[in-house]
């Protein structure tokens, strides 16, 4: 079938589906969202030709866990995919299957982190784990491979190849386009190297936060840029040879990571970093000068890294506008959570607040969604799997437990619209994040520690960065109670077990 021809009818009238996922990207690293920090001409095209959804969230603030909510529709006590740690039982039902089942041909191309072989899909070639920057490995079903290259160029390569010479056009495809990047260890692609290079970037206004009133898990976590983050691995700063032979924790990893780069890869990168490496040691700083430091190397190549998945996402754009594609095909760019870049002096991510919990959503569906539009109701990547189900007309199961998008990308809000969304996280491991649940409404965010038995509730209205705890203030006791009840409310909804 000819792109012309494709383009004038879609199979079965029912549009292509392209999903962009992204690992850890922040809302407020993308341009549209009023990044302060960077510029992502190519997803700002995303929002300006569609819907920016402002107020997105996850449901479980963690890698694995938000994939197989996506996947499923249902939360992490449901699906049973509670933390990283956990195998996903590819048996129950996930979106794709019900698409391929439903006639559309279904493919996933790069980080999965599910452990289990995808299931659901005619095509996949996956990420092993957390996968590489640099010369990643594949798992495929006919075995694994090593594509040599960077890691989001691969993926986008491996994707348009997959449109390219296998999608077949007598039925309308589902693309799982998923990246590696930015997680960390935020390694930039050759093309971004020098990117920021004397640029200082802006920094957060909690970076030096000394969660006073919070509860206890605020001082505990183990994500803090002053104090967690390594100086090798992290931030770049190759050992000396004495260093080499003394590495601790994550430190121990940045030899593979280099020996994993081809000797041209290796030589662009030390171009890139020695000198700035050896600035950073002649400068011996210390204190605040150090943390600002790190967070300036850690968010250049945060940023760096996106930079390249903005790159990317254009490459898509433009194949399916060369394609004829353009005007068939739903395109929805998100990331499994944000992150804190810097915010409360943390990198990573877990916690219910605000720079973890909310994700960028952007979606373009010509001829459906109004150029230009947000939509600031509170949405869920637990809505994900049901908006794919009802956009190609397949019914979905009553097991799911979020809500189809297609009337708010309609311009139809509805007046019942949820006003409150759940959280829960679970995996106290790295990082040290204690295990925690919680109400957001659009005002107000109530989260309950059961583990120290602590509370915190923030009014984001007036503290949007979330340093002022009102939990234990009697003017605030009526607004604490109302959204304990909402907590438990939505506790009995979404069928959380009553002990944990
Ligand atoms: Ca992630």
């Not at 990168?269 to 011996?284: I, Q």
């Amino acid at each position: 079938m000819s792109p012309a021809t494709a383009s004038a009818e879609p199979a079965g009238g029912r549009p292509n589906i392209l999903f962009i996922y992204t690992d850890d990207h922040s809302a407020a690293a993308v341009g549209c969202y009023g990044s302060r920090i960077n510029e992502t001409p190519h997803l700002d095209r995303i929002g300006r030709e569609g819907m920016r959804f402002d107020n997105a969230f996850c449901t479980n603030g963690i890698c694995a866990p938000c994939r197989a909510v996506v996947l499923t529709g249902t939360h992490s006590h449901v699906n049973g995919l509670m933390d990283n740690g956990d195998v996903f039982d590819g048996s129950q039902s996930t979106f794709p299957q019900l698409l391929r089942d439903g006639g559309y041909h279904t493919a996933l191309v790069g980080k999965w982190h599910l452990k289990s072989d995808p299931t659901g899909f005619d095509h996949w070639a996956v990420l092993p784990g957390q996968g590489h920057y640099y010369n990643p490995d594949f798992i495929t079903p006919e075995g694994t491979v090593r594509d040599e290259g960077y890691v989001t160029d691969l993926v986008t390569d491996r994707s348009i190849d997959w449109l390219e010479q296998d999608w077949d056009r007598e039925k309308p495809f589902l693309l799982m386009c998923q990246h590696k990047a930015p997680h960390r260890s935020w390694m930039p692609g050759p093309d971004h190297l020098d990117l920021y290079d004397g640029v200082e970037i802006p920094e957060p206004p909690t970076l030096f936060d000394d969660y006073a009133s919070r509860a206890s898990p605020a001082r505990e976590q183990e994500m803090e840029i002053d104090r967690h983050m390594y100086i090798h691995y992290d931030l770049k700063v190759v050992p000396t040879e004495e260093e080499a032979a003394n590495l601790r924790g994550a430190d121990r990893w940045i030899r593979g990571m280099r020996e994993r780069m081809t000797p041209g890869q290796l030589a662009a990168w030390d171009a890139a970093f020695t000198d700035r490496n050896e600035a950073f040691r002649a400068a011996g700083l210390e204190g605040r000068d150090l943390v600002r430091w790190k967070y300036q190397r850690y968010i250049k190549n945060y940023l760096r890294c996106i930079a390249s998945v903005d790159d990317n996402v254009g490459r898509l754009l433009a194949w399916l506008d060369e394609q004829g594609l353009a005007d068939d095909t739903i395109v929805v760019y998100s990331s499994d959570q944000g992150f804190f870049l810097g915010e409360h002096g943390w990198y990573d991510k877990r916690f219910m607040y605000e720079p973890s919990l909310r994700t960028p959503l952007l979606v373009r569906w010509p001829g459906t969604v109004a150029a230009g539009g947000s939509e600031d109701a509170l949405v869920q990547n637990l809505d994900l799997a049901q908006t794919f189900l009802e956009v190609a007309g397949v019914d979905a199961p009553d097991r799911m437990q979020g809500a189809s998008l297609v009337p708010l990308l309609s311009g139809r809000t509805p007046g019942d619209w949820r006003d409150s969304i759940y959280y829960e996280y679970f995996e106290q491991g790295i990082h040290n994040v204690h295990p925690h649940r919680g109400v957001r409404t659009d005002r107000w965010k109530l989260i309950e520690y059961p583990g120290t038995e602590e509370w915190e509730l923030f009014d984001l209205q007036e503290d949007p960065d979330e340093i002022r705890n009102l939990a234990g203030e009697p003017a605030h006791a009526e607004t604490r109670g109302r959204l304990e009840r909402e907590l438990r409310r939505l506790q009995v909804v979404y069928g959380v077990p009553a002990d944990s």
